[in-house]
């Protein structure tokens, strides 16, 4: 009986084991390098400065989908208006992708841009969710836009279909919004988006994030709200600043075993409180 017809086969299968292995190994690296790019585009499109103005504080977390080979599109931003209020925005671009990161950076960008032809936050979406679809990406998001008046403390805010924010008074009162929203951008053409008006007094904290930091495979969306609210409830009494709590928000979505980004835009009213 001949010993080689098996040595021959056994050589074949070796080789063709070390030529899958190979081409596992170059498709795992191309995949490596799609996600440290979009997380670079992530971070680079990210604002490096947040605006600032008396007796306020803006302060934000975030935390990148690092879950498997996934990213995620989710922004924040804060930025002064041509009229010398402040635009802050966070939201959350539909997929786990490179086109989703990217499209984050557009969305963005056209939000600063549009922010010059009108500081509405209403018209400033209805604006963006055309943009949006002009692009033709096929792809939406959601957002929350707010403009805040240093001067007055006044809040006003437009949502589509955004997780609503949550608020929080130092005499001990918090709670989630119940805003009005719109639809998400880029899903139909002339979508309006109604606004409302907050007014954010001394003590008194906003806190705007996006559903990876309360929603997750060990966290339900409702359950997660809920404790964030306590959390800016506490804030507020406390007189906790807001990094502090920006903080302690983003360590609930440790907890949620999130596949997604997770963003926290805080803005706290400090001082002595503006005219009514």
């Known amino acids: 009986m001949s010993l080689e017809r098996p040595t021959e086969n056994g050589d074949e299968l070796l080789a063709r084991l070390g030529s899958l292995t190979a081409r596992a190994r170059e498709l795992a690296e191309v995949q490596r390098s799609r996600v440290e790019l979009a997380l670079a585009l992530q971070r680079g499109m ?11 504080h803006v302060a934000v977390r975030y935390v990148p989908a690092c879950h498997g080979l996934n990213v995620g599109g989710d922004w924040y931003d804060a930025f002064a208006m041509p009229d010398g ?30 922010a010059s032809v009108t500081g509405d936050p209403g018209e400033l979406l209805s604006r963006t969710n055309d943009l949006l679809l002009s692009l033709g990406t096929g792809l939406f998001a959601t957002c929350t836009f707010m403009r805040l008046d240093p001067s007055t403390g006044v ?46 007094t001394t003590g008194g904290v906003f806190v705007l994030l996006t559903d990876g930091v309360v929603e997750g495979p060990s966290l339900h969306v409702d359950e997660g709200l809920d404790q964030v ?22 360590r609930i979505a440790e ?13 706290g009213h400090e001082g002595i409180d503006v005219r009514p």
Request: charged share 20%.
């Open 255 to 267: 907890r949620v075993g999130h596949e997604d980004d997770a963003a926290v835009l805080v803005v």
């Open 85 to 114: 209020r402040i635009g802050l925005s966070i939201g959350d671009v539909q997929g786990h992708n490179i086109e989703a990161a990217a499209l984050m950076g557009q969305v963005r960008v056209g939000l600063r841009a549009l």
């Open 46 to 56: 990210l604002p490096r400065d947040l605006p600032h103005a008396s007796r306020f």
């Open 155 to 200: 809040l006003e805010s437009a949502r589509a279909g955004h997780i609503p924010h949550i608020w929080a008074t130092a005499d001990g009162k918090s709670g989630i919004a119940e805003d009005e929203g719109g639809p998400p951008l880029g899903i139909q053409e002339g979508m309006q988006y109604p606004v409302t008006r907050h007014r954010l």
């Open 229 to 250: 609210v306590r959390l800016a409830g506490v804030a507020a009494v406390a007189g906790m600043d807001a990094d502090a709590l920006a903080a302690g928000v983003m």
